[in-house]
């Protein structure tokens, strides 16, 4: 079955800090590929997403992620973070097999503290 | 424009009673979904929906059922509510091309007691 991983479950850094978050997803072919923000108490944002082109993309409030095709990953960076950052961090696949293509698959999500 | 509504925010169930999620959007979506939300676990998908009259089940069905009767509602019903399904559910849309990817609610916290 198809899988999302997410390697940290929490993560605790503090302010200025350099942020990455790891993804992998378990099939070769066709993806799309987000990442969502849940902020505490909030539903889930869309932070940024890759559907085709520049493998480097830039989502809201400073986020960046790179497609590596040949690593099935997707990781989630931010050069300095800020306290306001705190919250859990989803990965998310969209697979395109033929079967299921509506529907996106979960990572279990990480945690970011950062301290002030 | 009001996006994806859900209700009730809160709901507390004896074991055993029945009741309906509600989950509505004004965005026109074709896929709507409906994923459960549990410590550690992340989102998991329940039942989703590619357009008016079509369902299918997710990765956990069980104990819950779905219909699609127009394009703007996407209720979730629990049959018997369980204490296994104390949760967050939330409910998500998106376009066909899910270029913008999906829109979620505002979630409704459940607990069975």
């Known amino acids: 079955a198809q899988s999302v991983s997410q390697h940290n479950h929490h993560v605790i850094l503090s302010e200025a800090a350099s942020l990455e978050l790891g993804c992998n997803y378990s099939y070769g072919g066709t993806v799309n590929l987000f990442w969502y923000v849940q902020y505490p108490g909030q539903h889930l944002q869309l932070l940024l997403k890759?559907?085709?082109?520049?493998?480097l993309v830039k989502g809201i409030k400073g986020f960046e992620a790179e497609f590596i095709k040949s690593k099935f990953s997707f990781n989630l960076r931010k050069p300095s973070v800020q306290w306001s950052d705190t919250a859990e961090y989803f990965c998310?696949?969209?697979?395109?097999?033929?079967?299921?293509?509506?529907?996106?698959?979960f990572g279990k999500g990480t945690k970011l503290s950062v301290k002030p | 424009n009001a996006g994806v509504t859900q209700t009730p925010k809160f709901q507390v169930l004896k074991t055993g009673q029945s009741m309906t999620l509600q989950c509505a959007q004004d965005m026109n979506h074709e896929y709507m979904s409906w994923y459960r939300q549990d410590p550690g676990m992340g989102l998991r998908l329940i039942h989703y929906s590619v357009g008016a009259g079509i369902t299918d089940q997710g990765e956990v069905p069980n104990g819950y059922n779905v219909s699609r009767s127009t394009t703007e509602d996407f209720p979730l019903r629990l049959l018997s509510a369980a204490p296994s399904q104390t949760s967050v559910y939330f409910c998500?849309?998106?376009?066909?091309?899910?270029?913008?990817?999906?829109?979620f609610g505002s979630g409704t916290r459940l607990t069975v007691v």
């Open positions: 998500a849309s998106s376009y066909r091309s899910m270029n913008y990817g999906y829109t």
């Open positions: 998310a696949v969209k697979y395109y097999d033929g079967g299921s293509q509506g529907n996106l698959i």
């Open positions: 890759y559907f085709s082109g520049d493998p």
